[in-house]
Nanobody
Framework: VQLQASGGGLVQAGDSLRLSCAASGRTLYAVGWFRQAPGKERWFVAGISGGGGMTYYADSVKGRFTISRDNAKNTVYLQMNSLKPEDTAVYYC???????????????????WGQGTLVTVSS
């Protein structure tokens, strides 16, 4: 499985962005988005089950970010609204070989990683 993350950019606080994670190969993996700010560890942002019926969010983005997927297009999205400067980070998508009917929120649960896309939010 290869993952390609895209959609990052430079925006102002309060703006929105939609990130995409396009997957090749088998598509019914559970997928997660993580982010890594400069000089910090990588943290979980949001996850979605293989069928899309389950989602889970970090408290810091709950109510502002929405994860979704279109399995016909082999793509998972992260809609980010009301962006804040503290959302600035490289965003990574990841997929897991674990049971697709659940959601996973630790890095060790994921087997495949995309290359990351940079989101910069100016104040």
């Amino acid at each position: 499985v290869q993952l390609q993350a895209s959609g990052g950019g430079l925006v102002q606080a309060g703006d929105s962005l939609r990130l995409s994670c396009a997957a090749s190969g088998r598509t019914l993996y559970a997928v997660g988005w993580f982010r890594q700010a400069p000089g910090k560890e990588r943290w979980f942002v949001a996850g979605i089950s293989g069928g899309g019926g389950m989602t889970y969010y970090a408290d810091s983005v709950k109510g502002r970010f929405t994860i979704s997927r279109d399995n016909a297009k082999n793509t998972v999205y992260l809609q980010m609204n009301s962006l804040k400067p503290e959302d600035t980070a490289v965003y990574y998508c990841a997929a897991t070989r674990r049971y697709g009917g659940s959601v996973y929120y630790t890095e060790d649960d994921y087997d495949y990683w995309g290359q990351g896309t940079l989101v910069t939010v100016s104040s």
